[in-house]
């Protein structure tokens, strides 16, 4: 039996009230995270030397600011135009690409550095993040065009969202499950393999900090992975998952390369002498 319209209406009312709270929950959040960090992210802006490190964390920190403006804008604003909303889904879906990257490139060169500066394992470890990549936006975007775009008709309820019941929905973040499971294991590796010889304050905080990463990217990634196949009659709310993986990881890549450039900062400023096996490179050199 279809259900009537006005059945579908409201659904779709209630639906983007609640998706509406959970936006300005995650905008407040990311907010919140920027404002408290405002005094060690300026020291680090202003006194640190330019590096492709450094650009490469002001993008991961500054682009969710548009991928959460982009979202608020959408379901904030009337939209009854369904092309106008998917194009809005395409425009936030990209900044939330640049910002799943940048993450990860954070930990594919600290993986690297853990590896003594090994360049077969950079270029291997890059051409597995970029394929990843490259498959992560084909099927992503191919899942936009063929999900259904909800808009209200409802007096005073505002905005749209997109639903979808394919499997294109979570394939993408199956991709990037494989992706961090095979970068812990290779942190893993290496930490068995050198735990008697190397052992130095940031060697342990870049250790912690990438299995603490990966652990948390693992379990967002099995979530928009098991969430979909489990419970699809919820399609709508997907999206809410998917902006919590893009805002936790950019949260956590930043955060942390910030403690390790503090903590860094710390050991010369007590002239301590710190040897970690990365072939003559320095903590500053190769993650700050």
């Not at 259900?3 to 209406?9: H, S």
């Not at 992503?140 to 259904?148: C, K, L, P, V």
């Not at 499950?177 to 130095?200: E, H, K, N, Y």
């Amino acid at each position: 039996m279809e259900p009537l319209a006005e059945d579908v209406q409201v659904a779709a009312a209630w639906n983007l009230r609640y998706l509406a709270c959970v936006c300005l929950t995650l905008a407040t959040f990311w907010t919140y995270d920027y404002i408290s960090l405002l005094h060690e992210e300026w020291s680090f802006l202003l006194q640190s030397r330019w590096t492709k490190l450094k650009a490469l964390y002001i993008v991961a920190r500054y682009i969710p600011f548009f991928f959460i403006a982009t979202d608020l804008y959408m379901i904030f604003t009337p939209n009854e135009n369904p092309d106008k909303c998917r194009m809005l889904i395409n425009i936030y879906s990209c900044f939330g690409v640049i910002s799943l990257t940048c993450s990860e490139c954070f930990f594919v060169l600290r993986t690297y550095a853990l590896w003594n500066k090994n360049r077969n394992l950079l270029v291997t470890m890059m051409f597995a993040l970029f394929s990843t990549i490259i498959l992560f936006i084909g099927i992503w975007f191919t899942s936009i065009a063929t999900s259904d775009v909800t808009t209200s008709t409802i007096p005073g309820i505002v905005g749209c969202y997109r639903s979808s019941h394919t499997i294109y929905f979570f394939m993408p973040f199956l991709l990037l499950f494989m992706f961090a499971l095979g970068l812990a294991f290779l942190t893993l590796i290496r930490v068995i393999q050198s735990w008697r010889i190397a052992r130095s304050p940031l060697r342990a905080i870049l250790v912690k900090h990438n299995m603490f990463y990966y652990a948390c990217s693992l379990f967002l990634s099995a979530v928009n992975v098991l969430i979909p196949v489990l419970f699809s009659y919820v399609s709508a709310y997907y999206s809410v998952l998917e902006h919590l993986q893009v805002l936790v990881l950019a949260i956590l890549a930043t955060r942390m390369h910030l403690k390790l450039w503090h903590s860094d900062q710390h050991v010369h400023d007590s002239n301590v002498l710190l040897y970690i096996p990365m072939s003559n490179m320095s903590p500053t050199d190769c993650m700050v």
